[in-house]
């Protein structure tokens, strides 16, 4: 299960940070990420960040933008700066792990519920 947070009504220009968290039975990670879809759009990655360290950005958010990961808590942050109207989507958070179902592990891939992110002045 993934919980995300941090979402609301911003004016351009200003910040807001995401917050997503993994709960259940897991057994790894191997890559969170926030992904978004604005109305009538198709959903797209914002960005990305796997067990290794490598972080991936969309074009239009870099230099805005920050993943950060806390693999202790099993969660992953956005740090998003200098908002724009265009940013306004629901955000979701993806999580590529494995979990314990039955005495085995089972990868997949798990999205949150989403939360909306609206730049408006």
């Known amino acids: 299960q993934l919980v995300e947070s941090g979402g609301g009504l911003v004016q351009p220009g200003g910040s807001l940070r995401l917050s997503c968290v993994a709960s259940?039975?897991?057994?790894?990670?191997?890559?969170m990420g926030w992904y978004r879809q604005a109305l009538g759009q198709e959903r797209e990655l914002v960005a990305s960040?796997?067990?290794?360290?490598?972080?991936e950005y969309q074009g239009s958010v870099k230099g805005r933008f920050t993943i950060s990961r806390d693999v202790a808590k099993n969660a992953v942050y956005l740090q998003m700066n200098d908002l724009k109207p265009e940013d306004t989507a629901v955000y979701y958070c993806?999580?590529?792990?494995?979990?314990?179902?039955?005495?085995?592990?089972?990868?997949?891939?798990?999205w949150g519920q989403g939360t909306q992110v609206t730049v408006s002045s």
């Open positions: 993806k999580s590529d792990m494995g979990e314990w179902s039955g005495g085995i592990v089972m990868f997949d891939d798990y």
């Open positions: 259940g039975s897991i057994y790894s990670i191997n890559s």
């Open positions: 960040i796997n067990s290794g360290g490598t972080i």
